[in-house]
């Protein structure tokens, strides 16, 4: 039992490490869709996407100031939920997301 919490933060952590290095990595692609989707300085919201989900990430896999990497990830998938996965449109994503705040 005592190693559970550390499990579950592995398993949380995965997703938004792997999306981090996925946008890092298609950088461009990624820009271009969110500019498709009509939001505002894309670049600049890229950027922090990727800082938070890598810096909130690696803070649930080290255990370190998880409380803000928590923080740095709720921030981010408040409005990526919204602007990416409507409720009308796609609810499995946005329940998912929402999940994850949870989580």
């Known amino acids: 039992m005592k190693y559970l919490p550390l499990a579950a933060r592995v398993c949380l952590c995965l997703i938004f490490l792997k999306a981090g ?9 990624t820009v271009e ?14 950027i922090f996407t990727i800082v938070f989900q890598i810096l909130g990430g690696l803070s649930l896999l080290l255990g370190y100031k ?18 990416f996965h409507s409720p009308a449109t796609d609810i499995n994503g946005f329940l998912i997301n929402i999940c994850f705040i949870g989580g």
């Open 66 to 83: 998880v409380k803000i990497g928590s923080i740095l990830l709720i921030l981010f998938l408040i409005p990526a939920t919204f602007a």
């Open 21 to 29: 290095i996925s946008h890092i990595i298609g950088y461009s692609s």
């Open 33 to 46: 869709m969110m500019s498709n989707k009509g939001l505002p300085i894309p670049n600049i919201l890229l």
